[in-house]
Nanobody
Framework: QVQLVESGGGSVQAGGSLRLSCAAS???????MGWFRQPPGKQREGVAA????????YYADSVKGRFTVSQDNAKNTVYLQMNSLKPEDTAMYYC????????????????????WGQGTQVTVSS
C-alpha cells in the first residue's frame, strides 16, 4: 500500500520560504504526485503536481513562479519549494499520489488521486 508522510510545515513571515517534503513508500507506479492545500473555511485546491515518470510539472496560477515541485528518486521523496510566501498561502498542505495506472489526470484535481498524506500546516504572517 502507498503511504505518504508530509513534513516541513511551519510558520514564516510573508516573503519567506519553506520546503515541504513528502516521503512515499510502496509507490511502484511512476505516476502523478500532487500537492493540495485547504485554507480554513475554503475549498481544497490543487497547488502543484509532478509526473514522476517523466518529470512533467503542473502549477496552479496562484503559485506559478513562486513554488517548485521536484522529486528525488533515490530518497523516494517529492518536494514543494515555496518562495515569496504570502498570507493567502496559509493552509493545510496535503501530498497525494495517483497510485493507479490510468489515474492522475487532470493532475490538479483531487479526484485524480487515490492516496493522501495526513497534512502539514503552513502559516504565513504579514
Amino acid at each position: 500500500q502507498v503511504q505518504l508522510v508530509e513534513s516541513g510545515g511551519g510558520s514564516v513571515q510573508a516573503g519567506g520560504s519553506l520546503r515541504l517534503s513528502c516521503a512515499a513508500s510502496g509507490y511502484t507506479y511512476s505516476g502523478y504526485m500532487g500537492w493540495f492545500r485547504q485554507p480554513p473555511g475554503k475549498q481544497r485546491e490543487g497547488v502543484a503536481a509532478i509526473y514522476t515518470g517523466r518529470g512533467d510539472t503542473y502549477y496552479a496560477d496562484s503559485v506559478k513562479g513562486r513554488f517548485t515541485v521536484s522529486q528525488d528518486n533515490a530518497k523516494n521523496t517529492v518536494y514543494l519549494q515555496m518562495n515569496s510566501l504570502k498570507p493567502e498561502d496559509t493552509a493545510m498542505y496535503y501530498c497525494a499520489a495517483s497510485g493507479t495506472y490510468g489515474a492522475g489526470w487532470p493532475p490538479l484535481r483531487d479526484f485524480s488521486y487515490n492516496y493522501w498524506g495526513q497534512g502539514t500546516q503552513v502559516t504565513v504572517s504579514s
